[in-house]
């Protein structure tokens, strides 16, 4: 199996969601896996491995640090309502 991993440039994670019930993703697990190997990662291995620039390296690094379980509405968010 191939992944492909891209950061989204624009995400709104400040506003308020309007849905109130959600579920938790169906390969939580290997997501954790997949995150918790991406957090060994240096900002510089994330950049050159990605291809992007030093903002997009920043915020992803960002993100991949600030992912913690279990997912909840203070914590998380659906990518449908990010956009």
């Known amino acids: 199996m191939i992944t492909v991993i891209s950061p989204a440039k624009k995400l709104n994670f400040d506003a308020t969601s309007p849905i109130k019930a959600f579920s938790?993703?169906?390969f939580l697990e290997n997501?954790?896996?997949?995150?918790?190997q991406a957090k060994d990662y240096?900002?510089?291995?994330?950049?050159?491995l990605m291809g992007v620039s030093q903002n997009i390296a920043n915020l992803t690094v960002q993100r991949f640090n600030d992912w913690n379980l279990p997912f909840t509405?203070?914590?998380a968010k659906g990518g449908c309502t990010c956009v």
């Open 42 to 48: 240096s900002f510089d291995e994330i950049m050159n």
């Open 73 to 75: 509405k203070q914590n």
């Open 24 to 26: 938790q993703c169906q």
């Open 31 to 36: 997501s954790k896996i997949l995150v918790n």
